[in-house]
């Protein structure tokens, strides 16, 4: 591609990225601020709009490449330089009691809601994710070193990719199409309906890939008991989360006392959101003492 194609490449995503904000404002504001705002109603959900925000960002750092490492320049300092890492996590920890928070005093709001995927909630998930697989692809590199073969690459992009999935999973509710397929399968089975049909597509590979994140953070952090510990406590929690999940549909959402579902919610909601966090500790601590180690040696 010639520079001249880059440019008028880079200038479309520009403006595709201003009109996509443009409407994330307006959906904003007919939904929380002015819903009588003189202009068409372009729906009440965010999520559309963010997800092609990140494809529009993922596609212009593609093309541009001093946007792309500007971009990684930043994420790289917030996560692993001190005392920046340090203001940044406390960051999305506070953000976190945030929601849980507002979660628990306005529980009927759908855009404070962290059981309705189409709140704040939702999109702070999903960038975090988003994140995170950033943090370890860039700790990849710094791992594997620039002549590695492809075999030592493919876990940590396998890693990423997981992360990566899970945060569009959560924004376009792509299980929810699975769950409303099972709800059409074994209609005279209590037990295949006792949980959240999606769950019986998910776990066969949930299975799978939570064996392979144990193997890989034996194998890659073994030698920071910190580290490693870090990473199999994200895992309970996420593991947990699934837990919670299967008990949602029957001994959560049926039972009448509102209380005590706002409090599951928010607990299987705060086991994800938090297990994120410590993913991204983990491995920006895992960059870090590879950037020490190497300045050691030389």
Do not use: C
Not at 187 to 209: G, K, N, R, T
Not at 219 to 243: D, E, H, N, Q, T
Request: net charge neutral.
């Amino acid at each position: 591609m010639s520079p001249s194609q880059s440019k008028k490449l880079d200038l479309i995503f520009k403006l595709l990225i201003g009109v996509d904000l443009v409407a994330m404002l307006i959906i904003f504001i007919h939904a929380r601020v002015w819903p009588d705002f003189p202009f068409p109603h372009l729906g009440s959900r965010l999520n559309n709009p963010f997800m092609f925000l990140i494809v529009l960002l993922v596609l212009r750092g593609w093309i541009n490449l001093e946007f792309r490492e500007n971009i990684l320049g930043l994420i790289k300092r917030v996560a692993t330089e001190e005392p920046t890492r340090i203001y940044f996590f406390s960051l999305l920890i506070s953000i976190q009691v945030g929601l849980e928070i507002m979660w628990y005093l306005y529980p009927s709001d759908l855009y404070w809601s962290l059981n309705a995927e189409k709140g704040y909630g939702t999109l702070f998930a999903t960038a975090q994710l988003f994140i995170l697989g950033i943090v370890v692809l860039f700790t990849a590199r710094a791992d594997y070193g620039q002549d590695a073969d492809w075999k030592d690459k493919a876990p940590w992009f396998l890693v990423a990719s997981v992360y990566i999935f899970i945060g569009v999973d959560d924004l376009l509710g792509i299980h929810e199409n699975f769950m409303i397929l099972g709800r059409t399968m074994a209609l005279d089975s209590a037990v295949f309906h006792f949980v959240h049909e999606w769950l019986w597509f998910y776990v066969p590979v949930i299975m799978v890939v939570v064996i392979f994140l144990a193997r890989f953070f034996l194998k890659r952090f073994i030698y920071s008991p910190k580290i490693l510990g870090m990473m199999f406590v994200a895992l309970i929690l996420w593991i947990g989360v699934l837990v919670l999940e299967g008990l949602a549909k029957t001994v959560v959402e049926d039972t009448q006392r509102t209380d005590y579902v706002r409090l599951l919610i928010g607990i299987e909601e705060g086991f994800e959101m938090f297990g994120a966090t410590l993913f991204m500790l983990g491995f920006s601590r895992h960059y870090k003492n590879l950037q020490e180690k190497s300045r050691t040696e030389t």
